[in-house]
């Protein structure tokens, strides 16, 4: 299905496809869910924002959910910890990715693994507050 024919809030029928050359804007007040189906093609621009406080997208089911806080330094070497705010968040996961890098583990404390190649990486952190999940990320300078 081309974009450009549809004008609803949801479509549930048929892949998306957004083509070659198209520019496709989102917006919501509450969430944006791709689903199976989802295709954006090469040389397509796809851009997407949800912004609660945007009094025409509000909707009366909108909830803010805390993010997990990761405390650590920006430039980082060997054995580097890292934490987040541990008494609000269970269930704790941490994933590093970057220079050809994919390392995850779960704990309330992420240390960074020896040898990486120098360069920049992202740690991400995700875990779960009164039943909600909830993740943030940080950029670190190896």
Do not use: R
């Not at 998306?16 to 050359?21: D, H, K, L, T």
């Amino acid at each position: 299905m081309d974009f450009a024919q549809c004008n609803d809030k949801h479509q549930d029928i048929e892949d998306f496809f957004i083509n070659p050359g198209t520019t496709v804007n989102m917006e919501a007040g509450t969430s944006i869910k791709l689903q199976s189906g989802f295709k954006l093609c090469n040389g397509a621009n796809f851009k997407a924002s949800v912004d609660g406080s945007n009094p025409m997208l509000k909707s009366s089911s909108v909830e803010q959910i805390e993010s997990p806080i990761i405390v650590g330094s920006k430039y980082a070497s060997d054995n580097e910890k890292y934490t987040t705010n541990v008494d609000a968040y269970k269930n704790v996961s941490w994933i590093l990715l970057g220079n050809n890098t994919s390392y995850g583990t779960h704990g309330n404390e992420f240390c960074l693994p020896n040898g990486l190649k120098n360069g920049q990486y992202t740690l991400i952190c995700a875990g779960e507050k009164n039943g909600k999940k909830a993740a943030s990320s940080k950029i670190i300078v190896v």
